[in-house]
C-alpha cells in the first residue's frame, strides 16, 4: 500500500474517479480485475483501488477470488483459510483491514474446481450478500487467458478492468484478453497499465487509466503506442563562413 501523498496513490484516486464518472449510467457495484496473463500486478491493482475507494467514504469488500494463485492474504498478513472456499458452503469469512471501511475474503483452501465453483449458484447468492453490505465489491480474478475463471465469474460482475505491465504485457495478448472478454459477453470498463517508468525520477512507478470510448480505432492500442523518434531537420552548411 503506498503512501497516501504518494504519486501512485494519487493515480489511485484518479482512477476511482474515473470509475465513478464513467458509471453513471450503469452504475458498477461488483469490479472484477484481471490480466491477459501472471505477475502483471492485478493483485496490486485491485488492493490499491479497493483502499482509494474505502477512503473516499465506501464501504468495500475485496474478495480474492484467484483460487489457484491466492496472493491478497500474503500481502496482507491474513490467514488464506478460512475463506472464499469456504463461504460458499458456510457464510463470509472477513478480514478488517486497517481503520478504513475495507473489508477483505481471503482465498480460502485450495479447490479442485475453481472455474465452476465461480459459476456456481452458490457463488451468486454470496455476491449477492455481500452487497447488502458493501457499496463496492473488488473482486482479484485469475488472468483470462489462462483458465476460464474470468469468464465463470462474469455472471456475478458488472465490469472488469484489465491490468497490463509496461515492459511485460505483449500487445497481441492484451488484445486476446479483450476480445476474449467480449465474446463471453463480460462489460470491459478499460484497462490499468502498471509500472510505467515517468521521466521523473522523483518516483519508480505510476498508473494510468484508459476508459472504453466509441473510437473507430481500439481504444486498447494506445497503451502500447510506441514514440516517435523525434525528427531534427539539417540545415544546409552557409557558403559564407562568416554569417
Known amino acids: 500500500m503506498e503512501h497516501q501523498r504518494s504519486p501512485t496513490a494519487e493515480s489511485f484516486r484518479v482512477l476511482r474517479s474515473n470509475l465513478e464518472f464513467i458509471s453513471v ?47 491478497v492474504h500474503k500481502i496482507l498478513g491474513f490467514p488464506q483459510s478460512p475463506g472464499l472456499s469456504e463461504a460458499l458452503i ?56 489462462s483458465c ?36 463471453s459477453g463480460l462489460r470491459v470498463l478499460g484497462a490499468v497499465l502498471n509500472k510505467v517508468k515517468p521521466q521523473s525520477k522523483s518516483y519508480y512507478y505510476h498508473y494510468y487509466y484508459y476508459y472504453d470510448s466509441s473510437e473507430k480505432k481500439p481504444w486498447w492500442k494506445r497503451l502500447f503506442r510506441k514514440r516517435k523518434k523525434r525528427r531534427v531537420k539539417k540545415e544546409a552548411p552557409s557558403e559564407n563562413p562568416e554569417e
Do not use: C, H
Not at 490480466?35 to 465506501?58: C, D, R
Not at 455472471?155 to 472478454?181: C, I, M, Q, Y
Open 148 to 183: 476460464a475463471d474470468a469468464v465463470s465469474l462474469g455472471k456475478w460482475v458488472d465490469g472488469f478492468l484489465v491490468v497490463a505491465e509496461w515492459g511485460r504485457t505483449d500487445r497481441s495478448a492484451f488484445a486476446e484478453a479483450v476480445n476474449l472478454a467480449r465474446q
Open 25 to 71: 449510467d450503469k452504475p458498477v457495484q461488483v469490479l472484477g480485475v484481471t490480466s491477459p496473463g501472471p505477475e502483471e500486478g492485478k493483485t496490486f491493482v485491485a488492493l490499491n483501488l479497493g483502499l482509494a475507494i474505502a477512503q473516499g467514504g465506501k464501504r468495500v469488500v475485496l474478495v480474492d477470488a484467484d483460487l489457484r494463485r491466492p496472493k
Open 90 to 145: 458456510d457464510k463470509p469469512y472477513l478480514n478488517k483491514f486497517g481503520k478504513d471501511n475495507l473489508m477483505v475474503l481471503t482465498a480460502g483452501r485450495s479447490a479442485p474446481n475453481p472455474a465452476d465453483l465461480l459459476a456456481s449458484q452458490q457463488m451468486g447468492k454470496l455476491i449477492a450478500k455481500l452487497k447488502e453490505t458493501a457499496d463496492v465489491i473488488i473482486v482479484d480474478i485469475p488472468p483470462i487467458l
